[in-house]
């Protein structure tokens, strides 16, 4: 796997106070897949509160969140095949398109966006001054997620039809192809229609996984912990054991929105903490 680091001037950022973020050192950081190119584009690198997380004992914070905060992040996914060049979400849309750019990538490159949900760090980016960013994507969407979300529903509707809504495969059958090679896995429970997005060129996989994950440090040694913006807390953990448990027994890197820089790695059993997993990141 052929990978490249790249540091950009960094942009100033509001976020809710709950968060300690800072700027990130690196924002870009582009990898292969088979045929693919796969960069991810950090919007943010910082730290939050644990109080997000549901379900983790006072021994648990300790021991994983020593510092007092959990690492965190926000990104999104440029994929670039022979067929094209595709985005797994938009972020909220401060940073992306200088990041698309310093990749020689223009908004009107896009040709289709794969949208794991609804929350506005992955669906902010998708209009400018209210209008699409995007002119020439086609978005898909799980059909759950669209009929839950209303802003989602709001956005999609700038787009002029140009969205197609689905039913998500299952990781056991593969997901459901969209594009040559990439295929959308549901995985609900963080919302109703949360959505992953399989790669699968040459041999070679990825997993991007949405936000599957908010809080690695502790929810990859404990999965059953949830956050508060899980809107299915239980069905969040249900699917974040089920598919970690598949990243590891069948090899297969992932990659996730709130993973800190580079935001892509393997999943590998925790011998030290019993039904609980390592995460290995790219370097």
Request: charge should be negative.
């Amino acid at each position: 796997m052929k990978i490249a680091v790249i540091s950009l001037m960094s942009l100033l950022l509001c976020f809710s106070p709950a968060a300690v973020l800072h700027a990130a050192t690196n924002e870009i950081f582009t990898f292969g897949v088979g045929e693919f190119t796969v960069s991810m584009l950090s919007e943010m690198q910082g730290e939050r509160s644990p109080d997000i997380l549901i379900g983790a004992s006072e021994e648990d914070i300790a021991k994983f969140a020593a510092t007092g905060n959990i690492p965190f992040a926000m990104a999104a996914f440029l994929i670039q095949s022979p067929d094209g060049a595709f985005l797994v979400d938009t972020g909220v849309g401060n940073l992306i398109p200088g990041h698309l750019k310093s990749l020689g990538v223009e908004m009107e490159d896009i040709e289709a966006l794969f949208i794991t949900h609804s929350h506005r760090d992955h669906i902010g980016g998708m209009l400018t001054d209210e209008r699409p960013a995007f002119p020439n994507a086609k978005v898909f969407v799980s059909k759950p997620e669209y009929d839950w979300s209303e802003q989602l529903r709001e956005t999609l509707g700038k787009y002029d039809g140009k969205y197609e809504t689905m039913i998500p495969g299952t990781l056991e059958s593969g997901g459901r192809e969209l594009a040559k090679g990439i295929y959308a896995v549901e995985a609900y429970g963080h919302t109703p229609g949360h959505t992953m997005f399989m790669l699968n060129s040459g041999g070679e996989k990825l997993l991007i996984w949405g936000d599957l994950t908010h809080a690695m440090a502790v929810q990859m040694p404990r999965p059953g912990v949830s956050v508060t913006f899980d809107a299915d807390p239980e069905a969040a953990a249900a699917a974040r054991e089920k598919v970690l448990k598949f990243a590891a027994d069948n090899e297969i890197p992932v990659a996730g929105m709130h993973i800190a820089f580079p935001g892509v790695g393997d999943v590998v059993p925790d011998a030290d903490n019993p039904g609980g997993y390592k995460f290995v990141p790219k370097s």
